[in-house]
């Protein structure tokens, strides 16, 4: 949560005269926001675009989809760059039937990148 408060993202915490952090019901569910937001990949500024949005809940509804889409966006060229690579990788095992390094095609392709199709 230190990160986090340091970052600006969770406001500072109450202290106690032994200058412990309390931290309360609010601190959680923002903590909560951005771990789920973590987990759907959004960046830190990502999120805290979304929390300044959340704080603010009678505008627009249309940063808080710009900032999903543009997200959405990257997913889906994550997820097509390792199709590619799961199709290379399965391709070099396909090819690679020999009975010793000398021949296989995994180290060959590793060897020489211009043999790669994944990019």
Same mark, same amino acid.
């Given at each position: 949560m230190r990160y986090y408060e340091e970052e600006g993202l969770i406001p500072p915490p109450v @202290? !106690? =005269?032994g200058n412990q952090r309390r931290y309360g019901e609010q601190h959680l569910? @923002? *903590?909560l926001f951005i771990r789920h937001g973590r987990e759907l990949g959004f960046s830190? $500024? #990502?999120i !805290? =675009? *979304?929390l300044k949005l959340a704080a603010h809940s009678e505008q627009p509804r #249309?940063? #808080?989809d710009e900032i999903t889409r543009a997200q959405l966006q990257q997913v889906r060229s994550r997820i097509s760059r390792l199709k590619a690579l $799961? !199709? $290379?990788l399965a391709t070099m095992?396909?090819?690679c039937a020999c009975e010793t390094v000398a021949h296989c095609k995994v180290i060959e392709v590793l060897q020489d990148h211009h043999l790669c199709h994944h990019e």
């Open positions: @202290r !106690t =005269e569910q @923002r *903590l830190l $500024e #990502a !805290t =675009e *979304l #249309a940063m #808080a $799961e !199709t $290379e095992v396909e090819q």
